[in-house]
């Protein structure tokens, strides 16, 4: 039958979802094993939430119910490729992925502390950055007492690394 001949009101609406953060493509998904956690955290909540709903023939609920499932495809694809790292096997006096790196930035009074993280866990409010970051990128492989220079348009930031831990 032609679309034509359909009431508007019959027309399933398709739910619109935000995609997850950003990781560009061929970047493996690495994340902490806290990440993971958080992710099948995400995933059991997302599935309670779509069990109880009731979707009978209330078009709102349906819609809800497929806004879930499509939320639940992307995140089932950052956990399918996700690659848990266990930070205990990192070296110590380097930075790699899951470091959390003490920073002396510039010449502040105080200290910044981030940790690099997998991109579904990146939250700097709580200090935790990804690691396609580009302060993360300038940080990787820099031992305690190296300088990362982060090139801005008409200055740099320099990132003293004071301190490492996993």
Known sequence: MSRGFVKEDDQEEIPL???RADLPAGVANYV???????????????ITERELLDINDDKDRRIAFNHI??????LNGRIN??????????PP????FGAKVTLKIDKAKEN???????????????GKISFVS???KLLMDKKIGDHAILELPKTERVFEIVDIQY
């Open 17 to 19: 979802v935000p995609p």
């Open 32 to 46: 902490t094993q806290a990440g993971m956690e958080e992710l099948l955290a995400e995933k059991t909540r997302l």
């Open 93 to 96: 006096n380097v930075v790699r």
């Open 112 to 126: 910044t502390i981030y940790q690099i993280v997998g991109v579904d866990e990146a939250d700097v409010s709580k």
């Open 134 to 136: 580009p302060i993360a």
């Open 69 to 74: 499932n499509a939320k639940l495809k992307l």
């Open 81 to 90: 490729n996700a690659i848990t790292v266990d930070l205990s096997k990192q």
